[in-house]
């Protein structure tokens, strides 16, 4: 790889050092950053010293410093607002680009409104995509100083981040939230900054990266924030995608009916009912944590846009209540990180307790859905 992409003299090892860490929740003062995808675009543009601030708060006893990007990094995606079923248990019902019929609209709604270029770059046939992928990589790095989202590399298809390469790109360096999960990381080495290490880095990556370009002209803040809340709108209201997929409020319904499907929870059969409750448990963190950031991300645009702030307030209080009840979803299957919680979910009884939270949560979203409608027919007027 390195005859084919390195002249003489270059180096063969290209490292960003202090590139941001991202993966999945495990204590500290950082809140929770368990998407992907937004998570990766803020540590890049941190790294790139685009700092949209922070601030602190208290919750579940923990007081979390809590990073400000990601909240409007879920936001204008709409990451913070999605949810997904699709008939049956599937573990891509949390796949961001399935929250509308055009996959690339998370991406692109989320770099614009942050001012970068960025293009996706995927498999071509009868192009050595390993080459050009490697190119890309190290054109990035080497000549740009610019990290580089990937999709898989190890583990799920889910984004990371590439933020160096070593043996002119035979080995990728960076940060992937399943770097330490031994079920995905075999032949995994670590840097001694704890960014990974992946030799045969091609066979495991899902066809894309997202190479981060120039700074450009940010859009107005308000606009971006009414475009967001009118894409909210849309991804909440539509009731199906890609054809199969219930969608938005109707994927509350979807997936508490199959909680009621008692022949989908064979006793005895410890594999399947641990799949099973996979699939449950990202949804409720699906929930749990875009509902708690998107309530922030109202506040931020209630704060810049007093017309709307008393409607966008109470969209915001509708949000965190549904946080408090996916909370109270766990707690009903002995907490979140009960490791025989996929054993209470089998209990025909416990998930008759869970369908009511679950159509409450769906009502709440219906409630900060009209509360956000009434906000952006308010945009502009003057403050009451």
Not at 104 to 119: L, N, T
Not at 273 to 300: C, D, I, K, M, P
Request: charged share 25%; with cysteine.
């Amino acid at each position: 790889m390195t005859d084919q992409l390195l002249s003489t003299g270059d180096p063969a090892r290209v490292v960003l050092e202090g590139v941001p860490w991202v993966g999945f929740y495990r204590g500290g003062p950082r809140c929770p950053e368990d998407v992907a995808f937004p998570s990766c675009l803020r540590a890049s543009l941190e790294y790139l010293g685009e700092h949209i601030g922070c601030q602190h708060i208290a919750m579940h006893d923990v007081a979390w410093q809590c990073s400000c990007a990601y909240a409007y990094l879920l936001g204008t995606s709409c990451c913070a607002f999605r949810l997904s079923w699709r008939p049956g248990w599937h573990l891509d019902n949390v796949e961001i680009m399935t929250m509308s019929d055009d996959p690339a609209a998370p991406f692109r709604r989320a770099f614009e409104s942050v001012g970068y270029a960025y293009e996706i770059i995927e498999d071509e046939e009868g192009r050595d995509n390993k080459a050009y992928f490697c190119q890309r990589i190290v054109e990035s790095i080497r000549d740009k100083g610019r990290p580089v989202l990937a999709f898989g590399i190890i583990g799920p298809p889910e984004c990371c981040l590439v933020t160096g390469y070593d043996e002119g790109g035979d080995v990728l360096i960076g940060w992937n939230f399943f770097q330490e999960s031994p079920e995905f990381n075999a032949g995994v080495e670590f840097e001694p900054s704890g960014y990974f290490r992946k030799r045969d880095w091609f066979i495991g990556t899902d066809d894309s990266l997202i190479v981060i370009g120039d700074k450009q002209e940010r859009p107005p803040l308000g606009a971006v924030y009414r475009e967001a809340l009118r894409w909210a709108l849309q991804v909440v209201r539509t009731p199906v995608t890609w054809g199969d997929r219930h969608n938005g409020l109707a994927a509350y319904a979807a997936w508490a009916e199959q909680l009621t499907h008692d022949d989908e929870f064979p006793a005895g059969d410890d594999a399947l009912l641990r799949e099973r409750h996979s699939v449950h448990h990202n949804a409720v963190g699906e929930v749990a944590e875009g509902r708690w950031y998107g309530s922030l991300f109202l506040a931020q645009v209630a704060g810049q846009e007093p017309a709307m702030a008393e409607e966008l307030l109470m969209a915001a209080a509708c949000y965190a209540a549904e946080h408090d009840l996916m909370w109270q979803v766990w707690n009903l299957v002995g907490g979140i990180d009960n490791p025989e919680a996929y054993l209470k979910l089998a209990e025909p009884g416990m998930r008759r307790q869970i369908v009511p939270v679950i159509l409450q949560a769906r009502d709440r979203d219906a409630e900060a859905a009209d509360h956000i409608e009434r906000a952006l027919a308010q945009a502009g007027k003057p403050p009451a």
